[in-house]
C-alpha cells in the first residue's frame, strides 16, 4: 500500500507543478513578432513589456506595459485576454472577453482611431482572423493636451460578426453614466449626469443633466440637452465635429439661473447676482477640444432680474461727478437687460438697460480679453425732486471697475453749482453737460 500513496503524492506534486507551471511560463519570446505585426497594422510604432499565460480561473493571456505611438499616443498598464480555447483550431479565432487596465488615450489617438479602423476595400472579403466579444475598460483616461477626462470605466459588447452591440460607461465616482447603440453607420447616445463638472472650459456643475444625440466616427450631433444648474435651467442642442480640428456649434435657452456663482466661473473676477433669462448663440473652430474656448464666440440678449452689480455704485458716480472716478460700492437693480457679443474671449455688452428705484442707466461696455473696460454709460439719477441725464466714461477692469464723467458733465455741473447752488444746481448743470456733449461732442461709434 505504500507504493499506492507514494505514486498518489508523486501525481498530486506532478499535478500541482503542472498547475503553477503557467503562471512562470512568459511567452515574452513572441513579442518581438506580435510588435511588428500590429505595427504594421496600425503603421505606428508598438512595444510590449511581457505577455504570460495562466491557466486560473480560465486560461488566459495577460500582456503588460503596452505603448502605441513615439509619443506614447496610447497606453495601457494591463490587458487581460481571455480566448475561447475550442475555436484554436477554427479559421477564426474567438476572444471570450479583453479587459484592459489603466488606459490612457491622447488627442493624437483620437484622431488617428477612424483611420485606423478603416478597412480596405479592394482586398478580397474574408472570415476574420479573430472576433472578440466583449471588451471592458477599466480606470480609463483621455487626455486632451491640458484637459483629462476620467477615471471611468466602460464595457462593450460585440456580435458574432465583431461588430459593437452596445457599449456603456460610467465615471469612477457614479456622476456620469452614457450609453451607446449602433445604429446602421451611426451611433446612438444618451447620457445622465448628476452633480458633475464638465472637464473642459468653465467648471461649470450640473445639478441634472440629460443628453441624447446621433454619432459617427467624425461628428456627433445632439439634439436634446436638458440641464438643471444654479437654481436654473437651460435646454438646446449642439453639434461638434472633430475630423480636422475641433468644430462646435449649437443654441441653448438659459432661464432664471442665479449668476452668483456662475458668473465668475464664465468671466473670472466678475461679481454678479440676479436670474438670467438668455438665448445663447454659439460656434467656435479650434485645432482641438482645449481651445474651443478661447476660439468661442457668442450672441445672446439678456435680462437679469433682482440683482446687484459689485465693484461700482453708478447711482454715487453720477451724483458727485469724482473727476478722477468712482470705484467701490455696489449698484442694485430691479433689471438689467441688454445684449451680448463675446469672441476670443472679448465681451461686448450693447443696448444696456438698468433700472431701479432711483436708477435707470444706458450705455455699452466692453470688456478685452485682458479684462480691461471701456464703453460709457448714461446715468439718469433721481433727486431732490429733479433728474439729470449724466454720461459717464467706463474704465478700469474687471476686478476694479471705475466710473468718471465726461469733460462736458464736470463743466455743466460746476456752472450749475455755481447758479443754482450744490445739489439742484449740480444736477441741473450735469443735464446741461450731457446735452450739450450729445449736441456738439463726439458720439461713441456705433459698431
Known sequence: MKWFVRIGIAFGVLLLILIALPFFITLNDYIPEIEQAVSDRLKEQVSITSIKFAPLPLPHLTVDGITVGKTGDIKVSKATITPDFFTLLSSTKVIRSVEIKSL??????????PVWMKSDEKAPQRPPLVRVESIRLNDAVVTLDKVSFGPFDARVNLNGKGEPEDASLSTQDGKLKAFVKPDKSNYLISATAKSWKIPAGPAIVFDELTVKGVATLNDADFSEVNAKLYGGTVKGKTAVSWQKGF????????????????????????????????????????????HVMSALRLETPFNIQNGVLHGVDIAQAATKLIKH????????????????????????????????????????????????????????????????????????????????????????????????GPGLGTSVGAKVGGWAEGLFGRKEEKK
Open 325 to 420: 472716478g468712482a470705484t467701490g460700492g455696489e449698484t442694485h437693480f430691479d433689471q438689467l437687460s441688454g445684449h451680448l457679443n463675446m469672441e476670443r474671449n472679448a465681451f461686448r455688452f450693447t443696448q444696456l438697460k438698468i433700472a431701479s428705484g432711483v436708477l435707470a442707466a444706458d450705455g455699452n461696455v466692453n470688456i478685452s480679453p485682458a479684462k480691461d473696460l471701456s464703453g460709457r454709460i448714461t446715468a439718469k439719477v433721481k433727486a431732490l425732486g429733479t433728474s439729470a441725464n449724466v454720461p459717464l466714461n467706463v474704465a478700469g477692469t474687471v476686478h476694479a471697475p471705475l466710473l468718471y464723467p465726461t469733460g462736458a458733465s464736470i463743466a455743466g455741473a460746476a456752472v450749475g453749482t455755481a447758479v443754482l
Open 104 to 113: 490612457v488615450l491622447t488627442q493624437k489617438a483620437l484622431d488617428k482611431i
Open 247 to 290: 468644430k462646435l456649434k449649437g443654441n441653448i435657452d438659459v432661464n432664471q439661473v442665479e449668476l452668483n456663482s456662475l458668473a465668475p466661473l464664465l468671466s473670472p473676477g466678475t461679481k454678479m447676482s440676479g436670474k438670467l433669462t438668455a438665448k445663447p448663440v454659439f460656434s467656435a473652430s479650434a485645432p482641438d477640444a482645449s
